[in-house]
């Protein structure tokens, strides 16, 4: 879902943001900033890029079929006004 690195990431950037006083605990501050991350993140309600891609690519060929469905319409319509005149 999230790129772990992603969460490394930020979860550096938190630590490093800190007081030195606060610093000082190290990598059990990270690890806990990383677990607290990943649970929030975790409750929102989003999908993976490959999946977002999936489905980009899907609404594309959806996107055709509907143009070229159209374009099949309008013709039908036209042959229909030309015969009813």
């Not at 690890?31 to 929030?40: D, N, T």
């Not at 489905?55 to 036209?78: C, G, H, N, P, S």
């Amino acid at each position: 879902m999230i790129d772990p690195k992603k969460l490394e990431e930020i979860a550096k950037q938190i630590h490093n943001a800190m007081p030195p006083g606060i610093k000082s605990v190290g990598e059990e501050v990270e690890k806990k900033i990383r677990q607290v991350l990943q649970s929030q993140l975790g409750k929102l309600d989003l999908v993976s890029r490959e999946e977002f891609d999936v489905q980009t690519k899907v609404l594309l060929r959806t996107r055709e079929k509907l143009a070229t469905l159209e374009a099949k319409l309008e013709q039908l319509e036209q042959q229909l006004g030309q015969k009813g005149e």
